[in-house]
């Protein structure tokens, strides 16, 4: 894949909404943006947690084991529903915590479904001559949808005088999971349903 199909896919994928982007943006409404550096390196790490495994390893192992792939979908599933349940139960109390931790950025960033289109598709295997510098390029446009996220998060708090916003916000980013969180359910049981 060239460079510039490379940029353009992984950047549109990146910034596509997701569970990863709908955290980055609620932490920077509910607190500050400068949250979103802070949480930038869990982000990151759990991205390459799912990615450079399933460069080296990813084909081999969803060819022979395609369960392998259902279990990684269902897992994310599942987290992603957890989260939608705690933003929905969280009371205006609640609403400027720091609930959305780096470690929960973390787990859900390894478990993104997007991460596997990373892993398995998007990114060479790591005995190509391009894997690191198409790696270095994922980090870097990571890193910018990230702030990306973090400022549209922001934005939505300018010139809000009560919590109101942030609680309707919290809501919709709790619809948000839960429809992330039933796609990936609905596409692991299509892929279950021809074995069955």
Known sequence: MSYPAFISAVFILLLSPGPTNTLMGLASARNS???VPKLLPAELLGYLTMIVPLTWLGGALISRWPETALILKAAAAIWVMYLATKLWVAENKDITDRSVTAGRIYVTT???PKALVFGLVLLPSPT?????PKLGIFVALASIVAAIWGLIGSLTQVGA???RRLMILQRAASIWLV????????????????CI
Request: hydrophobic share 55%.
């Open 161 to 163: 005088r009560t919590q």
């Open 33 to 35: 943006f400068w949250l």
């Open 110 to 112: 390894t478990l993104n």
């Open 128 to 132: 190509a001559p391009d894997f690191l």
């Open 179 to 194: 429809i992330v969180s039933c796609t990936v359910a609905a596409g692991a049981l299509s892929s279950l349903i021809p």
